[in-house]
C-alpha cells in the first residue's frame, strides 16, 4: 500500500471516529484538556510512536532549478472535514474566526472547507472565511436569538 493510500485510510479512521465523539469530547481535544493515543487492540497497552528516520543533509537548489512554490490548485493541504468539526465546537464567530487564522488556511484550503460546507467556493479568502463563519456560526447565533424570542 503506498504512503498516500495510507494516510487517506487512516484519514477515514479518524475522521469516523471523531464524528462519533460529543460536543464536550470534541471540545476538550481543541482545548487541549485531552488527547488522543493509540492502543493494541490486543492487550490494550499504548503504541509508542516509531523512531522517525534522520533526514540526509541536502544543499538547496540552485536558484535556477529550484522548484516553483506554487501548488495546483486542485491539491488541498488540509482535511477539510476536520476544519468543519473544530468550527462547529466553537460558540462564537470571533472564536472561530481566532481559530482560523491559528490554522493559517490558503485560499485554496478555504474553498476545500466551503466544499465541505456545501456553500460556494468562489471568492477572496477574506470573503471565503466570512462566509465560512457565517454557515458554521453566524446562523448559529441567528437561531439561537430566534428561539429566545
Do not use: W, Y
Not at 108 to 133: C, F, H, M, N, Y
Amino acid at each position: 500500500m503506498s504512503d498516500l493510500a495510507l494516510l487517506l485510510r487512516l484519514q477515514a479512521c479518524v475522521n469516523s471516529f471523531l464524528a462519533g465523539l460529543s460536543r464536550d469530547r470534541l471540545v476538550a481535544l481543541v482545548e487541549g484538556r485531552a488527547t488522543l493515543s493509540v492502543t493494541d487492540r490486543v492487550d490494550g497497552r499504548p503504541l509508542a510512536a516509531a523512531p522517525q528516520p534522520r533526514a540526509e543533509a541536502v544543499s538547496p537548489p540552485s536558484p535556477a532549478t529550484a522548484p516553483r512554490s506554487r501548488r495546483p490548485s486542485s491539491l488541498a493541504t488540509i482535511d477539510a472535514e476536520s476544519v468543519v468539526v473544530r468550527l462547529r465546537a466553537c460558540e462564537t464567530r470571533d472564536q472561530g474566526a481566532e481559530l482560523l487564522a491559528e490554522i493559517n488556511l490558503s485560499a485554496v484550503d478555504l474553498r476545500q472547507v466551503a466544499k465541505a460546507l456545501s456553500i460556494p467556493t468562489s471568492g477572496r479568502k477574506d470573503e471565503l472565511t466570512k462566509k465560512i463563519l457565517l454557515m458554521t456560526l453566524g446562523n448559529r447565533a441567528k437561531h439561537a436569538g430566534l428561539r429566545q424570542g
